[in-house]
């Protein structure tokens, strides 16, 4: 069984785990979504934690963190930053997997994912993409996708 959820806790010691455990105490397999970078406070759950890096698409990403008050600007800003950190984590944690959102679309994402969790299969997911202005980070966007594909973690 597996327990999915989207805490927006700080990690900031593997003991913080412990409640996600307390949930669902017969799930064998426990995911939390991690959207923002301080919410991993601790480097010391590189070391228990097996981590999926997924990049959603920009202009996505970009609308809603302008929804919680960024400026257009701002929120390129935050954005690739937030890239650069999820890189750098990758960096350290080598037994992790890199999707983009379109990958995860694909079967061979989703078996990319099933394999990495232990599971027979992953459920289609439905796109919930949304049109937005034409304000993307191409060039930075474009650079850290390189970046996290020459990284030697698994990936489709």
């Avoid at 228990?48 to 809603?64: A, M, T």
């Amino acid at each position: 069984m597996i327990c999915c959820n989207h805490t927006n806790k700080i990690y900031t010691h593997p003991t913080d785990l412990d409640s996600l455990k307390n949930k669902d105490r017969y799930a064998k397999i426990f995911i939390d979504t991690i959207e923002f970078n301080y919410s991993i406070a601790s480097t010391a759950l590189y070391k228990c934690c097996k981590f999926i890096y997924l990049i959603r698409n920009p202009k996505q990403s970009l609308v809603e963190i302008t929804r919680v008050g960024y400026s257009h600007e701002a929120a390129i800003s935050y954005y690739l930053f937030r890239l650069r950190r999820m890189y750098e984590m990758a960096c350290q944690t080598p037994n992790g997997i890199f999707l983009t959102y379109e990958d995860v679309l694909k079967d061979g994402g989703r078996k990319l994912v099933g394999d990495f969790i232990g599971v027979k299969s992953v459920p289609p997911i439905n796109p919930d993409e949304e049109e937005s202005e034409a304000w993307v980070p191409d060039k930075g966007y474009a650079k850290y996708l390189a970046m996290f594909r020459s990284l030697r973690l698994d990936k489709i």
